[in-house]
């Protein structure tokens, strides 16, 4: 997979991103709107639910990283949280790489599948 790089603003100032094809797809949805439930960010970015729900979890929940926030902030990623913009994100570098992060419910898929 490919990586890319996006400009993003936040209150603190602009951060230069570097992220997979998957997160700037999840990220450009919040270019239109200011929050966005997992079922809708599904439904907009038609990406697979699994990679989709790895792309939320790093950006969410990624310790030091989390560019975006959660409500009800909890420990994992239900399909009715809403997700927004953490304006108050800081980092003192101007070049952020965000990976996508491995869940649990990775591995429970491929028990499942297996």
């Not at 959660?70 to 101007?94: H, T």
Request: with cysteine.
């Amino acid at each position: 997979m490919e990586n890319a790089y996006r400009i993003a603003t936040f209150k603190n100032g602009y951060k230069e991103l570097h992220i997979s094809t998957y997160l700037m797809c999840v990220l450009v949805l919040f270019n239109d709107v200011d929050q966005l439930s997992f079922n809708k960010f599904e439904k907009a970015a038609k990406i697979n639910s699994l990679v989709l729900m790895k792309c939320l979890y790093s950006m969410v929940l990624a310790k030091g990283e989390n560019i975006t926030n959660k409500e009800p902030m909890k420990g994992y990623i239900s399909e009715r949280d809403a997700l927004f913009v953490n304006d108050m994100f800081r980092n003192k570098l101007y070049k952020i790489k965000l990976q996508i992060v491995t869940t649990k419910r990775k591995y429970e898929y491929e028990n499942l599948e297996t």
